[in-house]
Structures are given as structure tokens and as C-alpha cells.
């Protein structure tokens, strides 16, 4: 049942338990915060060359999955929808080369030993916000959330350069302009690296309702896959 103003949920992901806090209102739910992963800096400073633009530093955090975390002024570039098509390309290549280049390996998760998303970070539009980004993923898939997983890794990554601190609270801003908060609850060691454990918040909105049925004359009822 729905209790204000704090209603306490858990639920089962593939990467484990996942406890949320979410914010009641006058009945409505008003924001979700949960505690992510632990999250750290592997990599700072790599440095890659990409064709046409050259050389460019950029780090590797892991908030859920590694990601190649790089300026958008190092690209010569803006995060903002009219550039979606460009920044999809862009980071699909950064990730390409970035996996060709450096080794990567969850010192405590053997099958995590790849950079899987790329997060171009930007200044924020929205005054209330600390940067703007945009996370390129999949096969070509753009996020147009500020990314859970991407905020957590982009707060492990100003938290161990010394620009971030553990009271204050960091806003990160979508290619839409929707925000996502993260704070530093706490601190913790994967394998030889410092970790924090982050705290997200976030907004959703209902925008429907579906439903799935079997039919057992279906020859294809348990779904299917074609590439």
C-alpha cells in the first residue's frame, strides 16, 4: 500500500535486489530515489585518437557498466537533440576505439571486461543543473534519460578527482532536459579501487497500459529474435 510521504519498495533486477524510496504527495508519487551499485573511477585521463578530431582524454567509471565518460567541447561538438544523429555516430566510434585500445576488467564480475556505454557530458541548459549528457549505447541507441547507471559512474568519477563532496547534491541533465539527482550515501572498496555507493533520484510518468496474452496455436508464442 501507498504511505506518505515515504513508500519503501524492493525489486527484483537481473543485477540483484534493487530498494527504493519513493516520495508520496497528495497520493501521487512525486520521485523514486535508490541506492545503485557500488561505482568507481577505473581509468582517468585515456587518452584515444579518433579520425578527423585527434587526440582526446576522456575516463572509464563503472556505475553498473563501464562507460567512456568525455567532454563535449574535446569532440568540438554540443549535446542537444539537433545533434543526436551526430553524437550517436561519434560515440559508437569512441566506444569502438576505446575497446580496441584499453583493457578493461571488473576486478570482482569476470564477465564484465568491456566499455559498453559511451556518456558525453556537456553544460547544463537547465540552471538548476551541474552538466548536461547524453549516454550513446546498444547498437546505436541514444538515451534520452540522464542515465542512472551513467550518473552514478559520472559522480564516481568527480568524487575521486576531489570535485565533488559527499554532502552536496550533483543534477545531471538529459539531451531532453529531464534531471536526474545523485549523492554520495557511502563508501566502499571493489577489488584495489575506492568506490562510493550513489544514491539516485529520479522522475517517471505512466504514458499506458499493455497487456500480453499466450495463444497456444501460436507458433511463435514465446517470442523470437531476428538480427
Known amino acids: 500500500p501507498m504511505v506518505e510521504p515515504v513508500t519503501k519498495v524492493v525489486l527484483e533486477a537481473p543485477a540483484g535486489l534493487v530498494r527504493g524510496n519513493v516520495a508520496v504527495k ?17 581509468k582517468e585521463d ?14 572509464i567509471s563503472f ?3 563501464f562507460f567512456a565518460i568525455v567532454s563535449a567541447k574535446k569532440l568540438g561538438i554540443e549535446v ?20 580496441d585500445t584499453v583493457e578493461v576488467q571488473h576486478p570482482e564480475l569476470p564477465h564484465i571486461n568491456t566499455v559498453d556505454l559511451v556518456e558525453i557530458y556537456d553544460d547544463p541548459t537547465n540552471p538548476e543543473a551541474t552538466y ?9 541507441q541514444v538515451d534520452r534519460s540522464p ?21 552536496e547534491t550533483f543534477i545531471y541533465e538529459s539531451i531532453l532536459g529531464t534531471l536526474f539527482k545523485g549523492r ?9 579501487f ?12 505512466i504514458t499506458g497500459f499493455n497487456h500480453f496474452v499466450f495463444d497456444d496455436s501460436d507458433p511463435v508464442k514465446y517470442g523470437f529474435i531476428l538480427k
Do not use: H, W
Open 184 to 192: 554520495v550515501v557511502g563508501k566502499t572498496k571493489v577489488g584495489e
Open 26 to 42: 497528495n497520493g501521487k508519487v512525486q520521485e523514486v530515489s535508490f541506492k545503485n551499485v557500488p561505482s568507481f573511477l577505473y
Open 46 to 59: 585515456v587518452e584515444i585518437e579518433i579520425p578527423e578530431i585527434g587526440k582526446v582524454t576522456l575516463d
Open 80 to 99: 542537444k537533440p539537433e545533434n543526436a544523429q551526430k553524437l550517436n555516430i561519434l560515440g559508437m566510434k569512441i566506444r569502438d576505439i576505446v575497446n
Open 147 to 167: 542515465c542512472g547507471t551513467g550518473t552514478s559512474a559520472k559522480l564516481a568519477t568527480l568524487y575521486a578527482k576531489g570535485l565533488f563532496k559527499e554532502e
Open 63 to 65: 556505475g553498473g557498466s
Open 194 to 205: 575506492d568506490a562510493i555507493i550513489p544514491e539516485i533520484t529520479g522522475s517517471a510518468y
Open 132 to 140: 548536461k549528457n547524453v549516454v550513446i549505447f546498444g547498437q546505436g
